[in-house]
């Protein structure tokens, strides 16, 4: 069972350099500015402010660990905010290519994408960027709660279609308000994390 109490903030790279050793399983957290990873995060970990929240987008300029007892969750930071200047977004590709290129024991990329909203180009880059590189990965749609049932309906028809392309992907409806997809995502992570079949 894993232990979501024993969570603790590890550390924060902002360079490739400052990155740690991958020791354990890392489940990465991948989505646009605002699409609510750290709010993500506090849910499944049952805690209100482990990883901080804003409502400014790009917020997270760093990869952000946060480690368990018998796993890291990786929190990258938010792709797509139109007013990070060029180097700034250079530096961010550049991050997040280094970590997936690094010698990692990565079980599962989570990858979040507004439920509300049509994938951005960001978006379909990233999930092109993980399928190319054979990662692991899921999609959550997240802020499902912000959608009446009719909106909803027509979203979750609407998304089968846009993201068509991505054949047997598995996706996870999700809400950091009422908690909705939390405990399946938590059974998933923990399900890879004590699969040894991946251990390299």
């Given at each position: 069972?894993l ?17 740690p ?18 709010s ?45 200047s060029?180097?700034?977004?250079k ?79 598995l996706?996870i ?28």
């Amino acid at each position: 069972m894993l232990n979501v109490h024993s969570a603790v903030f590890e550390a924060a790279a902002g360079l490739s350099s400052q990155l740690p050793e991958s020791t354990m399983p890392e489940i990465a957290i991948s989505g646009h500015s605002n699409v609510g990873k750290s709010s993500l995060i506090n849910r499944i970990l049952g805690r209100k402010a482990l990883a901080r929240t804003s409502a400014t987008p790009g917020k997270t300029a760093t990869i952000n660990f946060y480690k368990l007892d018998t796993l890291r969750l990786v929190d990258l930071p938010g792709y797509g905010y139109a007013k990070v200047s060029q180097a700034e977004k250079k530096r961010w590709s550049d991050l997040i290519g280094e970590y997936f290129a690094g010698d990692r024991d990565m079980r599962l990329v989570i990858q979040l994408i507004d439920m509300r909203h049509k994938p951005t180009k960001d978006d379909y880059m990233m999930l092109d960027y993980l399928v190319d590189n054979e990662l692991p990965f899921l999609v959550v749609f997240t802020k499902a709660d912000k959608l009446k049932k009719g909106e909803r309906l027509r979203r979750e028809q609407e998304l089968a279609a846009e993201l068509a392309d991505y054949e047997g992907m598995l996706t996870i409806p999700f809400s950091a308000e009422n908690g909705e997809g939390a405990a399946e995502l938590l059974q998933i992570i923990e399900e890879v994390c004590n699969d040894d079949v991946n251990e390299v």
